[in-house]
C-alpha cells in the first residue's frame, strides 16, 4: 500500500467511525424524544416505559426543592438530571462503576452532585464487575440473563462501598433510585442506618431474570426493609393510588411470578 493510498484508508476508517457515531447519536436522540412523547400521552407500550412514566410522577411527588437524593446506577444521568430539576437546591449522590460512565457524569454534574465510580453493596472490598460493552445498562457484579443475542461482557474490576459509609449519618436523605441489575438487595443491606434514619422513598428493581443471580429471596428482601429498616412496600402504581402497601405474600408472589420487578419502599 503507497503512502497515498495508506493516508486515504485511515482517512476512510475514521470518517466511518465518526459517521457511525453520529448516526448512533442521532439514534438514541430518536429513542429519547419517542420516549418523552410517550410518557407526556401516557401511553406505555412497554412495562419499563410503564416504570419509567410511574418512577416521575413518583419523584414529582416526593422529591421537594431542597431533597437531598441518591442515584444508584447512574449510568447516562436520566435520573439525576429529573432530581436535578425538582431539588435545584439539595446535595446529591451520584453511583457509577463503569469508567468511561463515571468520567463523563464527574463532567457533566460537577459541582451539581457528588457523582463517585463504586458498586454498592453491604460490603467494602474489590470485585470483579461484568461490563456488558454493546448493552451497559446490562453491566453488574454477577453475570445474570441478559434480553439481547450476543451480549458483549468485558470483566472489569471496581471498588465496592456501602451507601452506610460514604453518606455522612448527619444527612438527611428523602429518595433514593436504586437500578443495579440484580444487585439492589446488597445495596439496600449496606445502607441500614440511613434507611432507619432517613425514612426515605426508594423506587428500586428486584425481579426474576436478575436478582436470583445474586441469591435474592424476596421474603428476607421484605422483611429487611419492613422490619429492619422500618419502610413499606408498595408497586409503583398502588403507591400513586395511595393504596394498601404489599403484604410479604403478595411482594413474594410478584417476585417469583414476575408481575412486576419495580417497587417503592416508603413511609406513607
Not at 470518517?15 to 438514541?28: D, G, P, S, V
Not at 464527574?106 to 463504586?118: H, I, Q, R, S
Not at 422483611?223 to 393510588?241: V, Y
Request: charged residues 25%; hydrophobic residues 35%; aromatic residues 12%.
Amino acid at each position: 500500500m503507497c503512502f497515498y493510498e495508506s493516508v486515504l484508508y485511515k482517512w476512510s476508517i475514521r470518517y466511518a467511525k465518526a459517521h457511525c457515531q453520529k448516526l448512533n447519536n442521532f439514534t438514541m436522540n430518536i429513542k429519547n424524544i419517542l420516549r418523552l412523547m410517550l410518557n407526556f400521552i401516557h401511553l406505555d407500550l412497554t412495562k419499563n416505559l410503564e416504570y419509567d412514566r410511574l418512577t416521575k410522577l413518583i419523584m414529582r411527588r416526593v422529591i421537594n426543592n431542597n431533597s437531598n437524593c441518591i442515584d444508584v446506577g447512574c449510568h447516562k444521568g436520566e435520573i439525576l438530571d429529573i432530581i436535578l430539576k425538582y431539588s435545584p437546591e439539595g446535595k446529591h449522590y451520584a453511583f457509577e462503576p463503569i469508567p468511561y460512565l463515571f468520567i463523563q457524569l464527574e463532567k457533566k454534574y460537577k459541582n451539581k452532585a457528588l457523582v463517585y465510580p463504586y458498586a454498592l453493596s453491604d460490603k467494602t472490598g474489590n470485585s470483579s464487575f461484568q461490563f456488558v460493552k454493546n448493552a451497559p445498562a446490562y453491566s453488574g457484579i454477577k453475570k445474570r440473563k441478559y434480553d439481547i443475542a450476543r451480549p458483549n461482557i468485558e470483566e472489569i474490576k471496581v471498588e465496592l462501598r456501602t451507601l452506610d459509609e460514604i453518606i455522612p449519618a448527619d444527612t438527611k436523605i428523602d429518595f433514593i433510585k436504586i437500578d443495579v441489575e440484580g444487585g439492589e438487595f446488597g445495596v439496600i443491606k449496606g445502607a441500614k442506618k440511613l434507611l432507619k434514619n432517613s425514612q426515605p422513598n426508594v423506587v428500586f428493581e428486584c425481579g426474576l431474570g436478575a436478582s436470583e443471580y445474586y441469591g435474592t429471596n424476596p421474603i428476607e428482601l421484605y422483611n429487611f426493609i419492613t422490619k429492619e429498616a422500618g419502610l413499606k412496600i408498595s408497586t409503583l402504581k398502588s403507591f400513586i393510588k395511595n393504596s394498601k402497601p404489599l403484604t410479604s405474600n403478595e411482594f413474594d408472589d410478584y417476585f417469583k411470578k414476575n408481575k412486576e420487578y419495580y417497587f417503592v419502599a416508603h413511609t406513607n
